[in-house]
């Protein structure tokens, strides 16, 4: 008789053990955390009528709740940014580019609008100009808030080292989920910016150069590539994030999923490759200010422009095809669909979780005492009251509680069911009332 009730004891302190030690660890294990999403995506979806691709569903870090937001649709709003036409004006501009002094000229300008954060198609790049005309510029870019410059950028067989001024302008490692070795490779510098990197100005790639038509496919646009283990962000991605008001940090990056600007801003489907899948990146542009305009005989007749400013570099045909798409690509971004209120589904208090152990424990205890036919009936019968208070607590409480626990715990106390009843539980023998041996007497005690 006490080897019996050893035999339970085990069963219920061995069982409980489990279901408990598996809901501790449900959101540090990997494997565990996304069975369980796959568990309650399941069974949602049998309780309302969503369309996933249009719905988020969210674990916060607490893990005691789940999120179901779904997706509306983005607009743009085209007052957030002012555009400037940098077109070739032979009265303005001596060369088919502009000049250091002449950009740091135009750059003045633009700072008297008001205007404090400014992004440029043009990667301010000079194979020889005069230092004195650096230096200005220099001095002019230091005045504004946020500067948004493209860098030429390539990949070659042997990597180059990276340049530490870089780091600022890369993506944060803790913002990548999931595997990144499907983005494209940037580890070399075509043009260095003629510019003195500085704390307000980020760099971004405009394009992967010769290899651009293979990651460029229709309505895809680059986003993210690498440079050894470091993300280097695209152009547009930066501008949609300075338009959204959010900073690299509050990315999350999921390839092969998504790509969020944070926890109310677009949801980017994102493919293997880093790059956005959308649908459409013919948005129609904000009116395009001639670049005329900021230079006007008395400053009181500045234009007003918004707190960003981009400059489209349209000083001949291909970089104007280059400015626009850049541009269309940002505004596609945060023209992406966005997460609406959250529907919240609770978890069970740790003591209603337990109570449902207990039953799994009383359950099994039962098929302690019958043969292996009525234990596998026992054992449906138990999985389909779990399925069904699992569904009533879902649709008429938004209630839940983790499904994979409880499968852990059901196994384990399933296996032990099969080895304690032959180890220190017989079971009755049904053949002309005869039984199984009874422990000797040094047992018994």
């Not at 809901?23 to 996304?34: F, M, P, R, V």
């Not at 099969?418 to 017989?426: C, R, S, T």
């Not at 079971?427 to 199984?436: A, K, P």
Request: aromatic share 6%.
């Amino acid at each position: 008789m006490l080897r019996r009730w050893i035999a339970r004891l085990l069963l219920a302190i061995l069982t409980l053990e489990a279901g408990l030690v598996a809901g501790l660890y449900l959101g540090q294990i990997d494997w565990l955390a996304k069975g369980e999403a796959l568990f309650f995506r399941t069974l949602l979806a049998q309780t309302r009528d969503i369309d996933f691709d249009n719905a988020l569903l969210e674990n916060p870090a607490s893990g005691a709740e789940w999120h179901l937001r779904p997706l509306t649709s983005g607009a743009v709003d085209q007052t957030a940014l002012s555009l400037i036409d940098l077109t070739h004006r032979p009265e303005l501009f001596d060369g088919e580019t502009p000049t250091p002094a002449e950009m740091a000229y135009l750059l003045t300008q633009v700072y008297k609008t008001g205007a404090r954060r400014i992004a440029l198609t043009t990667p301010l790049a000079w194979e020889q100009a005069p230092e004195i005309e650096l230096r200005t510029l220099d001095s002019v870019l230091s005045s504004f808030d946020q500067v948004l410059l493209p860098l030429e950028m390539s990949e070659v067989p042997r990597a180059d080292q990276r340049p530490d001024w870089l780091r600022d302008s890369l993506l944060a490692p803790d913002s990548l989920s999931g595997d990144a070795s499907g983005l494209p490779l940037l580890n070399t510098i075509k043009r260095p910016p003629s510019v003195t990197p500085a704390e307000q100005i980020q760099f971004s790639f405009p394009d992967f150069g010769a290899r651009d038509f293979q990651y460029r496919a229709e309505n895809r646009i680059p986003l993210i590539a690498r440079w050894g283990k470091d993300l280097l962000p695209a152009w547009p991605l930066f501008l949609a994030l300075h338009l959204q008001d959010i900073t690299a940090a509050d990315l999350t990056i999921d390839p092969g999923n998504d790509l969020r600007f944070g926890a109310n801003g677009p949801v980017v489907p994102l493919d293997d490759h880093g790059s956005a899948k959308l649908t459409s990146k013919d948005h129609t542009l904000p009116p395009l200010l001639p670049v005329i305009d900021l230079i006007p005989l008395e400053d009181d007749d500045l234009p007003e422009l918004s707190n960003t400013v981009v400059i489209l570099d349209r000083m001949n045909e291909i970089t104007a095809r280059g400015s626009d798409r850049m541009l269309r690509e940002a505004l596609a971004l945060l023209a992406a669909p966005r997460p609406g209120p959250p529907e919240v589904f609770t978890r069970l208090s740790l003591i209603w979780e337990v109570a449902i152990y207990l039953e799994i424990i009383i359950v099994a205890i039962f098929a302690l005492h019958v043969r292996a036919p009525l234990q596998l009936l026992s054992l449906i019968a138990l999985t389909a009251a779990l399925g069904g208070l699992l569904y009533y607590l879902l649709h008429a409480h938004q209630l839940w509680t983790p499904v994979t626990p409880l499968l852990i715990a059901t196994t384990v106390a399933w296996c032990l069911v099969g080895y304690l009843q032959q180890v220190a539980h017989p079971v009755l023998s049904r053949g002309r009332g005869e039984t199984s041996p009874p422990p000797n007497d040094t047992e018994e005690a």
